[in-house]
Nanobody, 118 residues
Framework: QVQLVESGGGSVQAGGSLRLSCLAS????????MGWFRQPPGKEREFVAA????????YYADSVKGRFTISRDNAKSTVYLQMNSLKPEDTAVYYC???????????WGQGTQVTVSS
């Protein structure tokens, strides 16, 4: 089992930037593909970005392409989400998740709030 703890959320004005971090513990981090998801107020949780264990491949939702960048440091057991050019519609609770290479995210963090004001 792996434990995930997100950090780096906060309040920012539109056009600003934030970097989210997710620290993993409990199992070998490099055994997991990692993803970021978000849940806007009153809406369902949605996919934001993902990165394979080897960092060879990354994936993004269309709504964040060109603005967000996912990366990971396996030596630090941490996955990051750099968010630039933030928009009010990016306001959400952001969650990181771990997939033990089985095509399903089995482990989730507690989430971190991101609020973007216009």
């Amino acid at each position: 089992q792996v434990q995930l703890v997100e950090s780096g959320g906060g309040s920012v004005q539109a056009g600003g930037s934030l970097r989210l971090s997710c620290l993993a513990s409990g199992r070998t981090f490099s055994n997991y593909d990692m993803g970021w998801f978000r849940q806007p107020p009153g809406k369902e949780r949605e996919f934001v970005a993902a990165i394979t264990w080897s960092t060879v491949a990354t994936y993004y939702a269309d709504s964040v392409k060109g603005r967000f960048t996912i990366s990971r440091d396996n030596a630090k057991s941490t996955v990051y989400l750099q968010m630039n050019s933030l928009k009010p519609e990016d306001t959400a609770v952001y969650y990181c998740a771990a997939d033990p290479k089985r095509g399903k995210y089995n482990y989730w963090g507690q989430g971190t709030q991101v609020t973007v004001s216009s």
